[in-house]
């Protein structure tokens, strides 16, 4: 098929050339996936569009509204609404994080303490800061019996990198209840902090979460 003619179509131009790319009946058309016997989903899609004029209706609608429009059945106006409220849920997150600001350790300690204090194995959590200090990302990158030589730093700065951190916020738990580091938990934080000033992403703390208590290698001078 040539390249024109698949571009015609809204899943193949997906593939090709990015959602970005996508217009909103093309958008729709894509989560309605078919149309009727006597209608192609562009045209419905279109229809669609026409019936809301917007975003801002398409959010307001029910699942109910969306089946008023000939063609779309409770499958698609099921799918329709999940996609909408995905759309919401991501955008009231990322605010939320937007508006979540680091300055301190305490505070640092006190965000993932709850996630990571009763755990029985060991946890490497990092949180991810533009250059405001607002929290971009977090996650959890390696679960285990940790031994801190399995902590790569291109796995820390690889995350950074790709939600464009300015900073990045290093946690670990003791299960033990100590949050005393080991030697190896020294030397991993030295490693990381010197990664990170070659790819120009600083390591503002490295904290150790235990129970009730936490440590902030940085505050004590190891790094």
Do not use: W
Not at 44 to 65: H, N, W, Y
Not at 94 to 116: D, H, N, S, W, Y
């Amino acid at each position: 098929m040539p390249l024109n003619s698949k571009l015609n179509q809204p899943r193949e131009k997906l593939a090709l050339e990015g959602v970005n790319c996508l217009s909103l009946d093309e958008l729709v058309a894509v989560l309605l996936e078919t149309g009727t016997k006597t209608e192609s989903v562009q045209l419905l899609a279109k229809r669609f569009i026409m019936r809301f004029r917007g975003t801002s209706e398409i959010q307001q609608a029910s699942v109910t509204e969306f089946q008023k429009i000939k063609g779309i059945g409770p499958a698609k106006a099921c799918k329709l609404a999940a996609a909408i409220e995905l759309g919401r849920r991501v955008h009231k997150e990322q605010q939320g994080k937007e508006r979540l600001t680091i300055r301190t350790p305490e505070q640092a300690a006190l965000l993932v303490m709850p996630e990571l204090r009763f755990l029985h194995q060991e946890h490497f959590h990092c949180l991810f800061l533009n250059t405001k200090n607002h929290l971009l990302h977090r996650e959890t990158l390696f679960i285990g019996s940790l031994n801190m030589s399995v902590v790569h730093p291109r796995e820390i700065f690889r995350t950074a990198l790709k939600v464009s951190a300015a900073s990045v916020l290093c946690f670990h738990n003791h299960p033990s209840g100590d949050p005393t580091p080991s030697k190896e938990d020294i030397s991993a934080t030295k490693r990381i902090q010197e990664s990170g000033e070659i790819v120009g992403i600083e390591l503002l703390d490295h904290i150790i979460i235990a129970k009730d208590k936490y440590l902030s290698l940085k505050e004590q001078r190891y790094f």
